[in-house]
């Protein structure tokens, strides 16, 4: 089945306002800038977002969340991220902060059909015992906080459920990609793509290089086809395109 789809604006062209959304990418490694343009330039608003963390910069889910597009952030990091943090403190984003192991393993435990699963992580803390702020109010008061989550002892250790996570769609963003929908990452690229293409029932990837089904080693494959619907190839310049947040290189000694 070829996957193919003619431009980012089509491919995301069902995504309403109000949809839930599992995005890739790890900084600004492997972010589906293109797609997310595409959204952007589309108008969706009340937008539910998981993913690791929410931009920086200008680029990325940080130009949606500057437009005030987000209702909702699911993720595990800030950072430097000033509006992100202006607008959690200042109620108008609902943010859901968890640990980052435990964001990976709800994104690939959504996609195998796994609803819950029992982790160490948070236990002890707010994590497990709710009543971390998800929504804040007026003068910093807490609008919305988040539930106390079931607690169980294995082998003398306690471990908290969670649950698994799914979305309508997933925005992903792969070096190589074939019509298929086989996609292969790049370095850390690889940390949140394929679980967050896992979690989407519809998953749209963006390519930076697209080739004929069988030229990717089956070895290869990092995310098999079966959980892509959608592949959008980038043009030369947008696959070049890609931001450093912080440049550390030392000038050239004379």
């Known amino acids: 089945m070829d996957k193919v789809i003619g431009s980012a604006k089509e491919a995301v062209s069902d995504v309403g306002d109000g949809a839930s959304l599992a995005v890739g990418g790890f900084g600004?490694?492997?972010?589906?800038?293109?797609?997310?343009?595409?959204?952007?330039?589309?108008?969706?608003?009340?937008?539910?977002?998981?993913s690791n963390n929410c931009g920086a910069m200008d680029t990325g889910l940080a130009?949606?969340?500057?437009?005030?597009?987000?209702?909702?952030?699911?993720?595990?990091?800030?950072?430097?991220?000033?509006?992100?943090?202006?607008?959690?403190?200042?109620?108008?984003?609902?943010?859901?902060?968890?640990?980052?192991g435990t964001l990976?393993?709800?994104?690939?435990?959504?996609?195998?059909?796994?609803?819950?699963?029992?982790?160490p992580a948070g236990v002890g803390t707010q994590v497990a015992e709710g009543g971390m702020p998800?929504?804040?109010?007026?003068g910093g008061t807490v609008a919305l906080a988040s539930p106390a989550k079931?607690?169980?002892?294995?082998?003398?250790v306690e471990y908290v459920l969670e649950r698994a996570i799914r979305t309508d769609f997933?925005?992903?963003?792969?070096?190589?990609?074939?019509?298929?929908?086989?996609?292969?990452?790049?370095?850390?690229?690889?940390?949140?793509?394929?679980?967050?293409?896992m979690?989407?029932?519809?998953?749209?990837?963006?390519?930076?290089?697209?080739v004929e089904p069988g030229e990717i080693d089956p070895d290869h494959v990092h995310l098999p086809g079966v959980f892509?619907?959608?592949?959008?190839?980038l043009t030369p310049a947008q696959a070049a395109d890609k931001k450093i947040e912080f440049r550390t290189v030392r000038g050239r000694a004379d």
Do not use: M
């Open 150 to 156: 079931e607690t169980r002892r294995f082998d003398d």
């Open 228 to 233: 892509v619907q959608r592949v959008v190839e």
């Open 199 to 210: 979690a989407g029932r519809v998953t749209v990837a963006e390519v930076e290089r697209l």
């Open 104 to 119: 990976a393993e709800r994104l690939r435990c959504g996609g195998h059909g796994i609803p819950a699963f029992f982790t």
């Open 63 to 100: 130009v949606l969340l500057a437009a005030g597009r987000l209702a909702r952030v699911t993720g595990s990091y800030i950072g430097a991220n000033a509006e992100f943090a202006r607008q959690y403190l200042a109620g108008e984003l609902e943010v859901e902060l968890i640990p980052q």
């Open 170 to 197: 997933a925005l992903v963003r792969a070096a190589v990609g074939d019509r298929h929908g086989n996609l292969v990452f790049t370095k850390s690229a690889r940390n949140f793509n394929p679980l967050a293409a």
């Open 28 to 50: 600004l490694s492997g972010v589906p800038t293109t797609l997310i343009d595409a959204l952007h330039e589309a108008g969706v608003a009340r937008l539910h977002v998981v």
């Open 134 to 138: 998800w929504r804040y109010g007026p």
